[in-house]
């Protein structure tokens, strides 16, 4: 213990002469366990109890001798105990205050004697022996600083004497007061860990911090923050030299928003509100004025309740803009360094104690600062790497990079208030705790460990044997081959090459060992070098490497893809197919395809496909090597062109007909990379007419028949994006590719390929040639076959083309014959919303069937489509009420089913609120089949259908306006809803409606203005806005309905011009 | 002395032309111009006693300065592998021949030319030995490390792992060919022997050029 008390506890003057121990909470926590240990002394060890003290303890107590009961002689202010050592010297004397103790077991009675004023005996007890273990065991057991010898000195004797009673005790005790020792001093550490020292960095940085905060405006946290100096001396200070002796670092004057300047002296110690010292003030000046505070904001958050209220919102902003600086910079600057440091101090009271432990130490280290730097680490790919790796994955056991980012999301709140509580941290306690560190050894192996992984940046190969034993083997020989890569000439470098080539390359454990040895970095510089060979063996290997997607991103961190791109221009070409092959591996996420781009990567790409077949000027075999090249660069392609700039720079850089010219290529594996890239870029409108343009759709729909499933998958997908556009779709029919289509679907094992089979199939059915031709191939009896146990992928397709094949009434009796019916009701209770948009599409092409209509019904389909009413996505919504239309018109007792549903009326009413174009019409279209019921109309009167279809009327989509037009038609049936939507103001622009060039509007409008004619007003509406001469000119329609609503509109305004002049003129 | 050229011309394309029939990969010009050179070469030999061929100090002179070689080992065996007939000189013939698969080697003919490089004494084996050898000056030595030899011997067990394929220790020519057809690399796996692409380019545009401007 006495390792304990030199160095932990705080003493209040330098550890030597009659010192103090300190009120502080270390030391209160110090006396507690030391308590704690005496007080179970005596029971749990009784044998070292009874043993002797070399000296007896000597203190002045508090007891008074009426404290001692029973087991003492009590005379006057004397006290002694009945227990004698074997001299018969009492155990325990007391003379007046005078107090000397014998052995542990009358320490133990004590304690139990002084009850509440325990702690004040032990603390008397310790000032007054500073070193009892050497009282105890004698003048040779003392404390000495540097290494403890004491064991190896009673182990001396132990072997001298012959092992007596005594000894062997003695050794006990010993062991006992050093257990003790190691226990105070890890819990001090405890304590210690969680202060936090300022110096003027720190200090430095915080005010930094705060002036960020200042500022005009309501939302300002701060008026103002200066110092008082502006003088700054080398070490970092502003007070004079002779504040500085105190450990004072700066003044400050902080305006805040609501409190008198506050004026603050910043101290090693913590901040504190001095006497308002202003340029040099009077001694007193310097005085502190209130409570030391961890830090400037936990004081400013004691002092003004604004920068408390509003330094919060500002929380994130605070923690996450030195995070920022840390990542972009190379963490040399002091700055950056500096900020780094307040960081981790920050994190320090979240940590547990062992990390506490070590970080503690690692700040304290003097210049050592730079060693806690996260981001060295993140940058540091190489060596380092390994073990933010080990660390990495187990999560827990170091990383610096977990701390890091928790600490992001963290508010500072939390820890101000846990600062708040140490706030009385002072010198001593950094003196000691620097000196625990320096101590290092005695008693400290639990936190020695984890120092040394702390310092594992600067201690690399102490670890390695640590971390090792779950590396695997392939770890050090690969290791040993980047060390041969590094330091070899071109042979050298060769042979490494070619053995690392060996190892399994598409092993993730490979892949990332040779990263973590830092061969990517070698392997990559290779790549700068002139030797063609160490090229060639460096590109393979990253070629392999490359499939693993970290591999790829720390290739391109260490711009890898720029050198590569630059290969691309090499006259080796072999050389060249393997750069662009790496380039297809590392291009496969967006970052990386960029810089393909940005370097000029796609030209080079596109300049490799310009290969001629069949040259009659090349021989075979460079012909050969020429195709290869070509198909690499295709490659390569395919991975960049997952990005649209890149798809538009392909283009760009003539791309097109050189795929063009490749898709006549009679190799797979030429073709597949081609199809690959026109596939994707075909979600290009430019590509798709290119595609279409070019001639490319008969080698697409040759290739649907080859024998290799990857390559009809991406021709079959390319005709899915290509299809969209009719003239494709009927070039598709014109080369003969529906039959392979149709064929393709047999191969229900592959689902990629089935999805693009049966997605081209969806979008060649939009022509209606095209569904002539299914049906002669009977791929709709396939297709719904499909609709059960597939993916969704699949079942999207599929429902679009039974959808699409449905709009033909044989197709519908087909669908029904087959059994498509029920698993498209089925499918209606699914999520896919593209599934769901094409699913109501089909079952409301199959509902205009009254068979079909049958089953639905049976099977509750039109509450489904309902419910998909609630469907948070318009699409879904508008395709769903699109299929209730048939559904009511084609259902038995429609009007009955559809009140049937709970809050069914209440919710399509309301849905005419939506704000996209598609669902507006289609629920009206709709709500004019519903309100054909007449008690379902009288509902949706209720629901107030009227002034929402009054607002729409606005509107100037001619397809809106058809349905809402009927709707208008359908609602006027009932009670008052035609003076109704008069006084909504829905005449007048209902008349506009018949400008509209839209044939079937004219229809529906002429139909809604004969309904709203039987309103007198109306009528005088209508006339006013001249509708009379756009009806005579419907009435000459060929369109009977539209003849007679316009007629019957006429007539009813002219009966009303009649009667008004009846009326007038008698 | 036009009398002199014009007959050395006549000789020179005698030459040619039985060259051209006897060595792959040149036609008859290229072969007249490579004489020509292998004259001018011989020519500025001060010593005029050795009019049968390029000794060894001319030879790797070439070599360092034409093709970029540094390795005074590798060059001597280069040497020696144009030296057919051991005599110390390189003769016209030999010069020629060497040439065609220094230049235009086919892969099996380079095979060959290297494992003959690399069998320093000859004895149709690439031992470990000779590997050590050849590869001791092939990595930076760290002068941390208790045995500087570590490493190559490293390097040489495995290249032997890689090559060694009947498991004798020591590289026979049928491993070396084997190794090689699996990996071209692997060709000039003990030291560079060959000319790159860019020198025998340079070479060649050099040594080929109109023998008339010459």
Not at chain 1, 211 to 236: A, H, I, M, Q, W
Not at chain 1, 798 to 805: D, I, K, P, R, T
Not at chain 1, 843 to 855: D, H, Q, R, S, Y
Request: hydrophobic share 35%.
């Amino acid at each position: 213990m006495g390792v304990a008390l030199s160095r932990a506890a705080q003493w209040t003057t330098a550890s030597s002469g009659a010192g103090k121990l300190e009120v502080t909470p270390l030391n209160e926590s110090l006396l507690k366990e030391i308590l704690r240990f005496v007080e179970q002394f005596s029971s749990k060890y009784p044998q070292e109890a009874s043993l002797l003290f070399k000296e007896p303890l000597q203190w002045e107590t508090s007891l008074q001798p009426s404290d001692f009961k029973n087991e003492y002689d009590v005379s006057g202010v004397v006290v002694k105990s009945q227990e004698t050592g074997s001299d018969g010297q009492p155990l325990l004397q007391l003379s007046s205050s005078a107090i000397s103790v014998y052995s542990f077991s009358q320490l133990s009675k004590i304690v139990q004697l002084a009850k509440n004023k325990k702690l004040k005996e032990v603390r008397a007890c310790l000032e007054a022996n500073k070193d009892p273990t050497a009282k105890i065991l004698g003048p040779s057991f003392a404390t000495v600083e540097g290494e403890d010898m004491s064991v190896l000195r009673l182990l001396e004797k132990v072997t001298e004497d012959n092992v007596s009673k005594e000894t062997e005790v003695k050794m006990k005790l010993l062991l006992l007061l050093q257990q003790l020792d190691t226990l105070l001093l890890s819990n001090s550490l405890k304590q210690i860990a969680q202060e936090v020292r300022l110096n003027p960095a720190t200090v430095k940085n915080d005010v930094e911090l705060l002036k960020r905060f200042c500022g005009e405006g309501e939302k300002r946290v701060l008026k103002s923050v200066e110092y008082t100096s502006d003088y700054l001396f080398s070490n970092g200070c502003r007070t004079p030299p002779w504040r500085q002796v105190h450990g004072e670092i700066c003044y400050l004057i902080i305006e805040t928003c609501d409190t008198d300047p506050l004026h603050i002296t910043c101290s090693t110690a913590g901040v504190f509100l001095n006497g308002g010292i202003k340029q040099e003030g009077d001694d007193k000046d310097y005085e502190r004025k209130g409570d030391v505070y961890k830090d400037l904001v936990t004081l400013l958050k004691n002092k003004s309740p604004h920068f408390t209220e509003n330094i919060d919102k500002q929380d994130f902003a605070v923690n996450e803009e030195p995070l920022l600086t840390q990542k972009m910079e190379h963490v040399e600057s002091v700055d950056a360094e500096e900020q780094g440091q307040t960081q981790r101090s920050y994190e320090l009271q979240e940590k547990n104690v062992l990390e506490k432990a070590r970080q503690q130490r690692v700040q304290n280290k003097p210049g050592g600062s730079k060693k806690s730097e996260p981001s060295l680490k993140w940058k540091n790919l190489g060596l380092a790497s390994p073990y933010e790796d080990a660390g990495g994955k187990k999560s827990t056991k170091h990383g610096v990079n977990d701390t890091f980012v928790e600490t992001q999301d963290r508010p500072v709140r939390s820890e101000s208030k846990k600062r708040a509580n140490f706030s009385l941290s002072s010198l001593p306690g950094r003196l000691s705790s620097q000196k625990m560190k320096s101590a290092g050894g005695t008693g400290t192996e639990d936190f020695s460990e984890s120092s040394s992984e702390s310092e594992e940046d600067e201690e690399q190969p102490e670890r390695r044997p640590e971390t090792n034993t779950d590396l695997p083997s392939e770890y050090w020989q690969i290791q040993k081959l980047v060390k041969y890569l590094k330091g070899g000439n071109q042979p050298a470098t060769v042979i490494a090459l070619c053995s690392m080539r060996d190892f399994n390359l598409a092993q993730e454990t490979c892949q990332l060992a040779i990263r973590d040895v830092g061969g990517l970095e070698v392997l990559i510089n290779l790549l700068d070098t002139e030797e063609v060979k160490c090229k060639i063996g460096s590109l393979k290997i990253l070629k392999e490497i490359s499939r693993n997607s970290q591999i790829r991103r720390a290739i391109a961190d260490l711009g890898g893809l720029q050198t590569m791109v630059k290969i691309l221009d090499s006259q080796d070409k072999e050389l060249k197919c393997l750069a662009a092959e790496t380039i297809a591996n590392v291009a496969k996420f967006r970052r990386g395809r960029r810089t393909v781009r940005q370097y000029g990567g796609i030209k080079r790409l596109v300049e490799l496909l310009d290969c001629v077949p069949d040259s009659a000027a090349l021989t075979e075999e460079e012909q050969e090597r020429d195709v290869e090249v070509a198909r690499c660069g295709a490659l390569a392609l395919w991975s960049c062109s997952k990005s649209t700039r890149n798809k538009e720079a392909i283009r760009r850089a003539g791309g097109i007909p050189l795929l063009a010219r490749l898709l006549k290529s009679p190799h797979e594996n030429m073709l597949i990379p081609v199809v690959g890239t026109l596939q994707e870029c075909a979600s290009e409108g430019s590509y798709r007419i290119a595609i279409q343009t070019e001639g490319m759709i008969e080698d697409l729909v040759k290739n649907l028949s080859c024998d290799n499933q990857e390559l009809q998958m991406h021709c079959a997908s390319a005709i899915f994006k290509c299809a969209e556009d009719k003239t494709t779709r009927d070039l598709v029919r014109l080369f003969g590719g529906l039959k392979p289509l149709v064929n393709l679907l047999k191969e229900t094992e592959n689902k990629q390929l089935l999805a693009a089979t049966t997605g081209a199939i969806w979008k060649c059915s939009i022509s209606m040639e095209n569904v002539v031709k299914f049906q002669e191939y009977k791929a709709l009896e396939t297709l719904v076959a499909l609709l059960t146990h597939q993916p969704e992928e699949v079942l999207v397709n599929v429902v679009g083309a039974l959808g699409e094949c449905a709009q033909k009434p044989a197709n519908r009796a087909v669908i029904r014959k087959w059994g498509g019916v029920e698993p498209l009701v089925e499918l209606l209770t699914g999520t896919n919303r593209a599934l769901l948009v094409n699913v109501t599409r089909a079952v409301g092409a199959c509902a205009t069937e009254p068979e079909n209509m049958a089953i639905i019904d049976q099977l509750d389909g039109v509450r489904l489509l309902w419910s998909l009413l609630k469907n948070p996505n318009p699409d879904v919504q508008a395709s769903a009420a699109w299929a209730i239309c048939p559904c009511i018109e084609n259902a038995k007792d429609a009007g009955e089913m559809v009140r049937s549903f709970v809050g069914g009326l209440e919710l399509i009413v309301n849905l005419l609120r939506s704000v996209d174009g598609e669902v507006l019409a289609s629920v009206c279209a709709a709500i004019a089949k519903i309100a054909k019921d007449e008690e379902n109309l009288a509902v949706i009167t209720d629901h107030g259908v009227v002034p929402m279809l009054a607002k729409l009327t606005d509107t100037t989509d001619d397809r809106l306006r058809r349905h809402l037009a009927e709707a208008v038609a359908r609602c006027c049936l009932w009670g008052s809803n035609k003076v109704s939507f008069g006084e909504a103001g829905a005449v007048a622009p209902l008349v506009r409606y018949l400008k509209s060039m839209d044939a079937s509007v004219h229809r529906a409008t002429a139909q809604a203005l004969f309904q709203l004619s039987k309103d007198p007003n109306n009528c005088i509406t209508m006339h006013e806005h001249g509708v009379v001469k756009l009806l005579l000119a419907m009435m000459g329609s060929t369109d009977e309905v539209l003849q007679e609503a316009a007629a019957g509109c006429v007539a009813n305004i002219r009966r009303l011009a009649l009667a008004n002049e009846k009326a007038r003129y008698g | 002395m036009s009398e002199m050229s014009a007959m050395n011309r006549k000789i020179i394309q005698n030459l040619a032309e039985t060259f051209s029939r006897q060595i792959k990969h040149f036609n008859r010009t290229e072969m007249e111009c490579l004489i020509r050179l292998f004259n001018g070469l011989l020519g500025d030999q001060s010593d005029r006693r050795a009019a049968n061929g390029l000794d060894r100090g001319k030879f790797r002179n070439i070599l360092h300065k034409t093709f970029g070689m540094t390795d005074d080992m590798i060059m001597d065996r280069v040497f020696h592998a144009f030296d057919k007939d051991n005599d110390g000189y390189v003769s016209v013939k030999e010069w020629t021949e060497g040439l065609s698969v220094f230049l235009r080697g086919t892969l099996d003919e380079k095979i060959r030319y290297c494992f003959d490089v690399y069998d320093l004494n000859g004895d149709g084996h690439i031992s470990r030995e000779e590997m050590f050898h050849m590869l001791k000056n092939s990595l930076i030595r760290q002068p941390t490390e208790e045995d500087p030899d570590e490493g190559i011997k490293d390097l040489v067990e495995i290249a032997l792992k890689k090559m060694d394929h009947d498991h004798d220790g020591r590289l026979s020519y049928t491993d070396f060919e084997k190794a090689v057809r699996e990996e071209d690399l692997l060709l000039e796996a003990f030291g560079t022997c060959l000319p790159d692409a860019k020198s025998i380019l340079a070479f060649e545009q050099q040594a080929f050029q109109d023998p008339l401007e010459n």
